[in-house]
Structure formats: structure tokens, C-alpha cells
């Protein structure tokens, strides 16, 4: 660390200017004229994804996390309207629908005495488990279907 030649302050290692006064150094900038810095921040920069709203969150990302929030519940109904236009974003809402729509068969099979309960328990437990499946599909931007159920379900929307 070095110290500042106007106000004494410290100055950390690599740094521009003194924090406390404002002083830059008349010859250079530090470690930023490093070339192998300037390579690396060169290439951190064209790597990175292109960011397109006002707070800086790529569209890519924003429609992940989406199409992954969209696995709670009846929330895929917000997902859409709030980007229908993506296609990843349909794409696990109607996942989501149909997994919304076996928690409801599933509420069905608890009325059956005796076995409905803990069948129940069980249909829910792997119900969470697929949609658990689903949004790490989703989160990854991946057009996947959910484990087991989600083909036969996408057969049948084919039909209709």
C-alpha cells in the first residue's frame, strides 16, 4: 500500500486515484496498464451476455427464472402474462399446468377411504419432486420434458 503524497491516506495496491482527496497519479494507472489486465477485462467483457433492461438483468436470465417460478403452483398463469412471448416460457407453463392438474386428481384420490391418504401423501410427495425436476429444466433454459408424466401429457395436448 502506498500513501497518498496530499492527504497522507492510505492507498490500496492497484489502486487510481486516493480515496480521501480525489489525487491521480500523473504517469499511469496502476495495474489497469498491465496488458495482461486489459486482455483479461477485454475478454470478461465479450464473454458476458448482452444486457438489455434497465437494471442490467439479461432477457435469457429473466426468462429462466420465469419459466422455473412458473413451477409453484397456479404462479405459471404470471409467467405467461408477464412474458408470452418466449417460447421457453409456454413451454413449462403448460408443464406446469399439467403438473397443477394432477394435484388436483390428487386432492380427487384422498376422498377413497381408507387408502386415499396415504396415497395421497405419496402422489404429493412425487408430485413436488417432478416439479422440483421441472424448474431445474426451466432454470437451465432447457426444453425438457417433466420426468415420466410430462410425455404423455405432451401426446395428448398434440391430439387436442
Not at 487510481?16 to 496498464?33: A, H, L, T, V, Y
Not at 380427487?108 to 412425487?126: D, H, L, S, W
Request: glycine fraction near 10%.
Amino acid at each position: 500500500m502506498n500513501k497518498c503524497p496530499q492527504c497522507g491516506a492510505y492507498i490500496p495496491d492497484g489502486g487510481r486515484m486516493c480515496i480521501s482527496c480525489g489525487w491521480k497519479p500523473e504517469g499511469g494507472n496502476g495495474m489497469f496498464d498491465n496488458p495482461i489486465f486489459q486482455y483479461m477485462q477485454d475478454a470478461f467483457e465479450k464473454a458476458g451476455p448482452q444486457m438489455t433492461g434497465d437494471d442490467g438483468i439479461p432477457d435469457e436470465f429473466r426468462e429462466r427464472d420465469l419459466a422455473a417460478t412458473g413451477y409453484i403452483g397456479p404462479l405459471f398463469i404470471y409467467s405467461l402474462i408477464k412474458n408470452s412471448g418466449s417460447d421457453l416460457i409456454k413451454y413449462h407453463a403448460k408443464q406446469s399446468a399439467m403438473l397443477l392438474a394432477l394435484h388436483a386428481l390428487n386432492s380427487v384420490v384422498a376422498v377413497v377411504p381408507y387408502i386415499g391418504k396415504p396415497v395421497k401423501k405419496i402422489n404429493t410427495m412425487i408430485l413436488v419432486a417432478l416439479a422440483f425436476l421441472g424448474a431445474r429444466n426451466a432454470y437451465f433454459g432447457k426444453k425438457e420434458p417433466v420426468p415420466y408424466v410430462g410425455r404423455i401429457f405432451a401426446k395428448l395436448l398434440e391430439v387436442f
